[in-house]
C-alpha cells in the first residue's frame, strides 16, 4: 500500500520561505503533483513532477521549485517569497498503476 505522509508546513511571514516534503512509502515515486485548498475554495493543481520535467501554476511560477531526493523516497516542494493569498493546506499526491494517492495535507499560513 502507498502512503505519503507529507510535513514542513507552518507560519511564515509574507516574503518568508517553507520546504514541503513528501515522502512516499509502499512504492519508488516517480510522478507526483501538489495542490492546495484554501477555506472556501476549490482544491488547485500548483505543481506537477514527472520524468519528462517539472510544471507550476501561474500563481506559484518563479517561486515555487519542485525536487526530489530518491534515496528517501521524498519530494520537496520549495515555496520562495510567499504571499498571503498561498495559505491554505498542501497536498501531494500521486498516481500509480491508475489509482490516486494523497497525502493528508499540511497547513501553509502566511501572514501579512
Known amino acids: 500500500q502507498v502512503q505519503l505522509v507529507e510535513s514542513g508546513g507552518g507560519l511564515v511571514q509574507a516574503g518568508g520561505s517553507l520546504r514541503l516534503a513528501c515522502a512516499a512509502s509502499g512504492s519508488i515515486i516517480d510522478f507526483i503533483t501538489w495542490h492546495r485548498q484554501a477555506p472556501g475554495q476549490q482544491r488547485e493543481l500548483v505543481a506537477e513532477l514527472a520524468a519528462g520535467g517539472s510544471t507550476y501554476s501561474d500563481s506559484v511560477k518563479g517561486r515555487f521549485t519542485m525536487s526530489r531526493d530518491k534515496v528517501k523516497n521524498t519530494m520537496y516542494l520549495q515555496m520562495n517569497n510567499l504571499k498571503p493569498e498561498d495559505t491554505a493546506v498542501y497536498y501531494c499526491?500521486?498516481?500509480?498503476?491508475?489509482?490516486?494517492?494523497w497525502g493528508q495535507g499540511t497547513q501553509v499560513t502566511v501572514s501579512s
Open positions: 499526491k500521486t498516481e500509480i498503476q491508475s489509482r490516486d494517492f
